[in-house]
């Protein structure tokens, strides 16, 4: 609330001002660590979908080619990690990813119906995303 109120004063009452404004938050906090970050062990990772997408192939060609362990490297870090559960691991940030997507969309239409400034100051584009995934 208190980071809207400044902003509102230079508004002279545009709420379309305002919704882009809060629009705007919103995509930054889907763009966030917030939202995206998981974790391996003691340590934040966030693999975005071509990443994800190419360490998805890798490890399915390993597999078929007999490999039971695979190795996921993050900012100079190595994982070694089971090829099942690298996989299924995929799987879960993708659902993850998936989810906040959806949580995101939702967030904005909802600022979209929204119709008085009153309502938009006090709406929390933070919640209903899931919990931040461990591995």
Known sequence: VEEYAEYVKTLNGSIKQLKSFIKEKITD?????????????NTK????????????????????????QTTL????????LNID??????????MYASACYDNTQKHIANIDAIETID??????????YPE????
Do not use: C, P
């Open 29 to 41: 906090y889907d763009n966030s660590s917030a939202i995206n970050l998981f974790t391996i062990g």
């Open 45 to 68: 990772v966030w693999l975005d979908k071509a990443t994800r997408v190419g360490l998805k192939l890798r490890f399915e060609s390993e597999k078929v080619t007999g490999a039971t």
């Open 73 to 80: 490297w993050y900012n100079g870090i190595s994982f070694t």
């Open 85 to 94: 559960d690298a996989i299924a691991m995929l799987y879960a940030i993708e």
């Open 119 to 128: 309502e938009l100051i006090v709406y929390d584009y933070t919640s209903g």
């Open 132 to 135: 931040q995934l461990t591995f």
